[in-house]
């Protein structure tokens, strides 16, 4: 099958930096999350599945089931319910992370339910740079503490553990990326207020 071509967010503009970009989405943000940006994320959650990526999805997973949760994710962001920063490349999305804040008597508390990098960008610091936005943006909103899991077996925990996240619970077998290949869900929090001030200089 042919890999859609990739999604603009619209054309550069003045002071637009070269190489990576970091933008908001959402209400009062650069970026608005609209179809055009809907069709962006679907592409690249698409071809980071594709490559692997622990994602929330098998390598196999079709457009049409990205995009059906895409819909939902596009949508939350748009009414305020998630926060989202956008990593693009001559307007390119490039990458994407997306937290929940809690509410009620969680209201302290936040979820990073997505992180992702297009695999011809990984290696380059963006994964670095968009977590170090996310927990700053978390940090802006009043949160005190942040979670997230991961898919054993790909390493991910080290690269959160920069960030100062400690694992506290495993789903053992409770993930499949593939038929025979059972996986724990791993589960990791960060107090904000124990955050390293500069994760990029872990690297």
Request: glycine share 12%.
């Amino acid at each position: 099958m042919t890999e859609p071509a990739p999604v603009s967010l619209g054309a550069p503009q003045d002071g637009d930096a070269p190489g990576v970009v970091l933008s908001r989405v959402g209400p009062g943000s650069p970026l608005a999350s609209d179809s055009a940006f809907g069709v962006a994320v679907v592409t690249l959650w698409h071809r980071v599945s594709a490559a692997g990526g622990a994602v929330g999805f098998p390598v196999q997973v079709t457009r049409a089931e990205v995009a059906a949760r895409v819909a939902g994710v596009v949508d939350d962001i748009r009414m305020g319910r998630l926060i989202a920063v956008a990593a693009t490349v001559k307007r390119r999305l490039v990458g994407l992370v997306v937290l929940r804040p809690g509410t009620g008597i969680v209201a302290h508390t936040g979820w990073i339910r997505s992180l992702m990098v297009d695999p011809d960008e990984q290696g380059r610091g963006t994964g670095v740079r968009l977590m170090e936005a996310v927990i700053a943006l978390a940090r802006e909103r009043g949160l005190e503490l942040v979670d997230l899991s991961v898919r054993d077996g790909q390493g991910l925990e080290s690269f959160y553990r920069r960030f100062g996240f400690t694992e506290w619970g495993r789903r053992p077998g409770w993930l499949r990326p593939a038929p025979g290949d059972d996986r724990d869900e791993i589960f990791l929090i960060l107090r904000l207020a124990d955050a390293p001030e500069s994760p990029a200089a872990q690297r």
